[in-house]
């Protein structure tokens, strides 16, 4: 099966053709740098993504506060990483980066505040 991925590792956006055979990248053409090879090889073989949401503040001056993920985790992870993220309530001040939610379902990736709210 082929997979026709744009590249998003620099403004070019090459169109990168993958053949894929049993989940693996067996060839990959139309790419315009290495990087653009290292990612469509990735989007097939293992796709990640970094996570951004909102957090529900009780008592504070916002009524949500943006997270995001520290790193990228699986693609196919979001919904069970949504769902844990949905249990979370922020009752205290927080800054940017402030971690709200420590090793997200095992992943050794944090859930950060990206905003700061008092």
Request: net charge positive; with cysteine; proline share 5%.
């Amino acid at each position: 099966m082929d997979r026709e991925i744009t590249c998003i590792e620099c403004p070019t956006g090459c169109t990168v053709n993958v053949a894929v055979e049993d989940g693996k990248a067996v060839r990959v053409d139309g790419f315009g740098c290495r990087r653009g090879r290292d990612y469509a090889i990735a989007e097939v073989e293992h796709p990640v993504r970094l996570l951004t949401t909102t957090v529900p503040a009780c008592g504070l001056a916002v009524r949500m506060v943006p997270v995001r993920t520290s790193r990228p985790i699986p693609r196919d992870m979001r919904t069970q990483a949504m769902e844990a993220i949905r249990q979370v309530r922020i009752r205290r001040a927080v800054k940017v980066g402030d971690v709200i939610i420590e090793n997200l379902l095992g992943l050794g990736v944090d859930v950060v505040a990206t905003r700061e709210v008092v």
